[in-house]
């Protein structure tokens, strides 16, 4: 049984920093695609970030120099700092894996954002909330 758990939210000022969390158990680590998503009360689930098995990475432009994406495939872990947070940056936080190679070829052909199709694994989300 897949199991994902997030971890590492909380509430902050803007121009703080977080690093968020993904304990992934049940899947063959590393998989072709792990990813952040976030989703803000009202809109859409959107990516944020992936990093596949070569730990390539691909961003939305939204986040590009304030998120970076990690995972450490001994620990089956995957990470998301966020630096210099921004209240639009308020979210529900999700880490997702792709074990069958859809998100990956998905990333690689249009970006990060509109990949919530794709994939197949969700942990529960952990919150972040920046206030101004």
């Known amino acids: 049984q897949v199991q994902m758990v997030e971890s590492g939210g909380g509430s902050v000022q803007a121009g703080g920093s977080l690093r968020l969390s993904c304990v992934a158990s049940g899947l063959s680590y590393p998989t072709y695609c792990m990813t952040w998503f976030r989703q803000a009360p009202g809109k859409e689930r959107e990516g944020v970030a992936a990093i596949d098995s070569l730990d390539r990475t691909t961003y939305a432009d939204s986040v590009k120099g304030r998120f970076t994406i990690s995972q450490d495939n001994a620990a089956n872990t995957l990470y998301l700092q966020i630096t210099n947070l921004k209240p639009e940056d308020t979210a529900m936080y999700y880490c997702?894996?792709?074990?069958?190679?859809?998100?990956?070829?998905?990333?690689?052909?249009?970006?990060?954002?509109?990949?919530?199709?794709?994939?197949?694994?969700w942990g529960q989300g952990t919150q972040v909330t920046v206030s101004s």
């Open positions: 997702a894996a792709d074990d069958t190679g859809l998100g990956l070829a998905a990333v690689r052909a249009g970006g990060v954002r509109s990949t919530v199709q794709k994939f197949g694994y």
